[in-house]
């Protein structure tokens, strides 16, 4: 696979690039295809967003599959009905993630996880070790969405953006995120760089 990106990448300095891998029947041996796409880098955009809570767990939600029917039909919901994207509450009432975010809290000095089945996103993986690294504390708890007002920041992160703010949740507003994306970016920022 690192061959194929290498391939696509060639001396180009800066890209997006995105692996699919592809299977075509369960019943033969497994002979995935496999599809690099690229594009110019995707800058990050900081503006707040405002997320509409919506009842749905995805199918299979620790796997990264094509089955995002689900995400794309709530965030388009949310969007017509005037928030930005939105944000996923399992069937005990726990906040999971969002469209194509995981979503995280800021706790005083301790980043909180939320303790529901989601995509551990590849960025939010990072994340958690590089703020390991700088001595953040962490935690992984059950979130209801009665308790986001209890939190100092909540924030989203993915393959676009370490941390991006979330102003409101439904009808509650937030308090600004900015120390939680600053800490965010600088955990980020500790990231060594691995050689395709």
């Given amino acids: 696979m690192r061959a194929y990106v290498r ?29 690099v796409r690229t594009l110019p880098p995707h800058p990050a955009d900081p503006a707040p967003l ?25 965030a388009r919901q949310a969007r017509l009905a005037g928030f930005d994207d939105a944000v996923f509450v399992d069937h005990s009432g726990r906040v999971s993630e969002a469209s194509i975010w995981n979503v995280g809290f800021l706790a005083g000095d301790t980043v909180v996880w939320p303790e529901a089945e989601v995509l551990p996103g590849i960025t939010m993986l990072v994340q958690r070790e590089a703020l390991a ?31 991006r703010p979330v102003a409101a949740v439904d009808d509650v507003v937030l308090p600004p995120a900015d ?15 691995d050689e395709i």
């Fill in 179 to 193: 120390r939680a994306v600053e800490l965010l970016a600088r955990a980020y920022e500790t990231v060594p760089w």
């Fill in 7 to 35: 391939q696509a990448v060639g001396d180009e300095p800066a890209l997006s690039v995105r692996v699919l891998v592809l299977t075509r029947s369960f019943d033969e041996p497994m002979t995935p295809e496999i599809l």
């Fill in 50 to 74: 405002r997320l509409r809570t919506v009842r749905y767990q995805r199918d299979l939600p620790h796997v990264k599959h094509f089955g995002t029917f689900g995400l794309i039909h709530h």
């Fill in 133 to 163: 690294r700088l001595g953040v504390p962490q935690e992984t708890r059950e979130v209801r969405p009665a308790d986001l007002p209890g939190f100092d920041a909540v924030f989203l992160t993915n393959s676009e953006t370490p941390g």
